[in-house]
């Protein structure tokens, strides 16, 4: 049985492909990352999912790096801008190579696990707004992840060319459980409705065909 860990937010991508490598037949090791996110409310999605799914899951605190990343609207400083991804203004929502941070993190995890591979869920949506989703950073890291131990680990990332609604539709075929998934930014108790990941979140089920029972405060 492969052995992987997967870096988990307990968010709609994240939750497809933990089902996605479970149906493989995968060993998986879920690890969530708590970076000071103001949604940190993903982190219990997180929790609760992995207990619906009977795997295992280890929660990193790295609330200590935050003052590291500047000003940006997911750590502070910044308002959480409305509106579509494909919008300038979602910019804001970069955290200064997070991905990188992440994956560094699941790697050191990987290989004292002796686990054969790191998965991520970025997706083909998320190349126009985040640096560290294009594929050319991902092949880069994954050459240096192969690098980083004599155990080697490799990167994967099976949805990099897939969108968000074929993602969504990729997990209604597996019986994903949508409702207790999270992806707002704001970080209150239902999702706004209005933010870059909400907006991107009603527009993939539309797309998708697959009904939302997400719980929209508007």
């Not at 492909?17 to 090791?29: C, D, F, I, T, V």
């Not at 992995?50 to 400083?77: E, I, K, M, Q, W």
């Not at 989703?133 to 240096?144: G, K, Q, S, T, V």
């Amino acid at each position: 049985m492969a052995r992987t860990a997967l870096i988990y937010s307990g968010g709609v991508d994240s939750t497809v492909l933990l089902a996605h490598l479970r149906a493989e037949g995968r060993e998986l090791h879920c690890l969530s990352v708590d970076y000071g996110q103001r949604h940190r409310r993903e982190l219990e999605a997180a929790r609760a999912i992995c207990a619906h799914y009977g795997v295992s899951h280890r929660l990193a605190d790295l609330r200590a790096l935050a003052p590291l990343f500047g000003s940006n609207a997911l750590t502070g400083g910044v308002k959480v801008p409305e509106g579509h991804y494909e919008e300038e203004s979602m910019k804001a929502t970069v955290v200064p190579n997070r991905n990188m941070l992440l994956i560094s993190v699941a790697t050191a995890w990987a290989v004292s696990l002796r686990a054969e591979s790191v998965a991520y869920g970025a997706h083909s949506g998320d190349h126009a707004i985040y640096p560290d989703c294009r594929p050319e950073f991902a092949e880069a890291l994954d050459r240096a992840v192969r690098l980083a131990d004599w155990h080697e680990v490799r990167l994967e990332r099976p949805f990099v060319k897939m969108d968000k609604a074929a993602i969504v539709r990729r997990g209604a075929e597996l019986g994903v459980p949508f409702g207790l998934t999270w992806s707002c930014y704001v970080g209150g108790e239902r999702h706004c409705g209005k933010c870059g990941t909400c907006v991107e979140r009603k527009e993939a089920f539309r797309l998708a065909g697959v009904a939302d029972p997400t719980d929209y405060a508007a």
